[in-house]
């Protein structure tokens, strides 16, 4: 299984981060995690990592800020740290 | 064959069995034979199969090729076992090229007439088999030699793939001028320049593998937020790719996408590897509006999304 990465804005909300990673994952791909790193021009980006599948997903990827609760019918499968408009914070990923 | 040349034979192999080990192991005593005369004579014995101008007087044939094969790889294989000996190579090394040695015995076995032949090498190929755990492991050698002659044997193995997949084809698929070559590049595999040559081959694959992996690595794609008409696209797309299920009603569909989409449509035999580069372009051009718009266009004239 082929492993890549896509940064993701530090600037985004974290519904757009979740948009992202959903429209990535459109692409016969599985998120896997993330970690912030700092780009040549100073930004702050999270770097997701993918595993390339031959299907996709069925259910949709949604991340939540650490403590939310579970949206009905999904389980968290990833927790860390992400840049969230700017801001440095804890969040988990459901399914 | 004569009594003299079998004795010769049997000779060569008792050599390659007792008498390097004893060598090997410092201190045993020198062989009380000669074995390049004993080589000599198992050349003559082959001179006639191994001759290249025998093998195409009055028009080249499968047989007479084969033969030429067959005696030369019991001869190449003799002398690469002497040859590895002589390095003091280790015991696991010996056993694997005796392997080799033996299946040239046995298929010059097959191949070589007349019957005595047969009969001499079927029992240098049960001793030479035998031999392999009367070999004493404690030697000394170099210790750069057992990655050298690990690396010969691995080339002469994948060599000889290609000798053993020719063999019995017809002289248009398979040449005797190809053997020729393939016999060429068996020699040039059992030589330690052969396996530097290798070595240095295989480092250089492993670095590119190794760069192209950190390039992926370091390189990530820049996520941009995509319109919802554009992600709607991706998705039908996924859909379609998903969708291509029935090989023989799928495979010419995708085999023609991938033929307008600038592959080699027609390379794509298996529907499995065809879906699997559908879903590689996806990705690599599933990030920006216009080059999912333009892959839209070409689902889309194709009857896959509407």
């Given amino acids: 299984m082929s492993m890549y990465y896509i940064d993701i804005s530090g600037q985004f909300s974290i519904d757009q981060i979740t948009q992202a990673l959903q429209d990535e994952e459109n692409l016969f791909s599985e998120f896997k995690d993330s970690t912030v790193i700092t780009a040549d021009d100073l930004s702050v980006l999270n770097h997701a990592r993918f595993a390339e599948c031959d299907t996709r997903p069925i259910k949709p990827i949604i991340v939540l800020l650490e403590g939310s609760t579970a949206p009905a019918g999904t389980s968290r499968f990833w927790n860390g740290t992400m840049v969230i408009g700017g801001t440095s914070r804890t969040v988990a990923a459901f399914r | ?306």
């Fill in chain 2, 1 to 306: 064959m004569s009594r003299g040349i079998s004795l010769s034979l049997l000779v060569i192999v008792l050599f390659s069995l007792f008498g390097c080990s004893t060598v090997r192991d410092g201190g045993g005593p020198v062989p009380s034979f000669d074995v390049m005369q004993d080589l000599k004579a198992l050349e003559t014995e082959f001179s006639s199969a191994v001759a290249i101008k025998n093998v195409y007087e009055g028009g080249a044939t499968i047989e007479k090729r084969d033969k030429m094969i067959a005696g030369r790889l019991v001869m190449m294989n003799l002398r690469y076992l002497q040859f590895i000996k002589s390095l003091n190579a280790e015991r696991q090394f010996i056993d694997s090229a005796s392997d080799v040695a033996i299946l040239s015995l046995n298929i010059a076995g097959t191949a070589l007439t007349p019957a005595s032949t047969r009969t001499a090498l079927s029992a240098i190929s049960a001793t030479l088999a035998g031999s392999k755990s009367a070999i004493d492991k404690h030697y000394y050698y170099e210790k750069t030699m057992p990655a050298l002659i690990a690396a010969m044997n691995a080339q002469r193995k994948q060599v000889l793939l290609s000798i053993l997949q020719g063999m019995g084809k017809p002289l248009e698929i398979y040449s005797v001028e190809q053997a020729i070559t393939d016999l060429d590049s068996y020699y040039y595999a059992g030589t330690l320049f052969g396996a530097i040559n290798a070595i240095q081959v295989t480092a250089s694959a492993q670095e590119k593998n190794a760069t192209e992996e950190i390039e992926g690595i370091t390189r990530a794609r820049i996520s941009r937020l995509l319109s919802s008409q554009a992600r709607t696209q991706n998705k039908k797309i996924g859909d379609a790719i998903e969708g291509l299920t029935d090989i023989t009603k799928d495979l010419p569909k995708t085999q023609t996408l991938l033929s307008d989409l600038g592959l080699n449509g027609l390379s794509f035999k298996d529907l499995q590897a065809a879906k699997k580069q559908l879903r590689a372009i996806l990705r690599e051009r599933g990030h920006d509006e216009t080059k999912i718009q333009d892959l839209f266009t070409i689902f889309k004239n194709n009857h896959l999304v509407n």
